[in-house]
């Protein structure tokens, strides 16, 4: 599997960006997943989608804010980032997974390369 993140970039407090996953190889996993790593700080969830459901799961600190979504035809997933806020700043990173839900990075086998998000205030 292979996975290319995109869309990242500079915006102001209050902003909107998204960001696109594009996957190719092996056949589209059970949950793809959108992450990020703040500097100084370890990977973290942001939002989880399962591939053949509209089941969606978030962090709370983007709860409200963000929303995640897919397209099957097109075997992309999005992040949409609303009312950005400085402590979003980070390099956020798609990953996919086989199998059971789970939050934690640690049991995504599958990464893009990521793409820094840099909110200003």
């Known amino acids: 599997v292979q996975l290319q993140a995109s869309g990242g970039g500079l915006v102001q407090a209050g902003g909107s960006l998204r960001l696109s996953c594009a996957v190719s190889?092996?056949?589209?996993?059970?949950?793809m997943g959108w992450f990020r790593r703040a500097p100084g700080k370890e990977r973290e969830f942001v939002a989880i989608?399962?591939?053949?459901?509209?089941?969606?799961y978030y962090a709370d600190s983007v709860e409200g804010r963000f929303t995640i979504s897919r397209d099957n035809a097109k075997n992309t997933v999005y992040l949409q980032m609303d009312s950005l806020k400085p402590e979003d700043t980070a390099v956020y990173y798609c990953?996919?997974?086989?199998?059971?839900?789970?939050?934690?990075?640690?049991?995504?086998?599958?990464w893009g390369q990521g793409t820094q998000v840099t909110v200003s205030s």
């Open positions: 990953a996919s997974r086989y199998g059971s839900y789970y939050s934690h990075p640690k049991y995504y086998s599958y």
């Open positions: 989608i399962r591939w053949n459901s509209n089941s969606a």
């Open positions: 190889g092996r056949t589209v996993s059970s949950y």
